[in-house]
């Protein structure tokens, strides 16, 4: 999803349409998310880019998306371009955490 949206709509609510946004946003990750995973694939990760314009645009975490809209809505943006694009993601396994130990120093599985 390659998209600029326009908040500021004539004869329509500016609070009514932030929410619409969302709304497709959050509707386009979900259908994204139910393709096919394929072969040695964990999950479907997302490259965003977020400005007020394409050629602005700036590379944001997938988390923070709708904080920087709800920041834009905030200031009074008129307008902001999002790019979504699906992309294969893989998950790392975590280091072995050492056990932890007691207020008295001995070990916790004592």
Same mark, same amino acid.
């Given at each position: ?22 709304? @497709? ?13 394929? @072969? ?34 905030? @200031? ?5 371009y999002l790019e979504l694009l699906a992309k294969e993601g893989h998950r790392t396994a975590r280091p072995a955490a050492a056990?932890? @130990? ?9």
């Amino acid at each position: 999803m390659k998209k600029t949206f326009q908040l500021n709509i004539e004869g329509k609510n500016r609070d009514r349409v932030l929410d619409a946004v969302k709304h @497709e946003i959050r509707k386009y990750v979900k259908r994204q998310r139910r393709v096919p995973l394929p @072969e040695g694939v964990d999950y479907w990760d997302f490259d965003c880019r977020f400005g007020t314009t394409p050629d602005n645009a700036a590379v944001v975490h997938f988390a923070t998306i709708m904080g920087l809209i709800d920041a834009l809505a905030a @200031e009074g943006g008129a307008a902001f371009y999002l790019e979504l694009l699906a992309k294969e993601g893989h998950r790392t396994a975590r280091p072995a955490a050492a056990p932890a @130990e007691s207020a008295d120093g001995q070990d916790a599985s004592s």
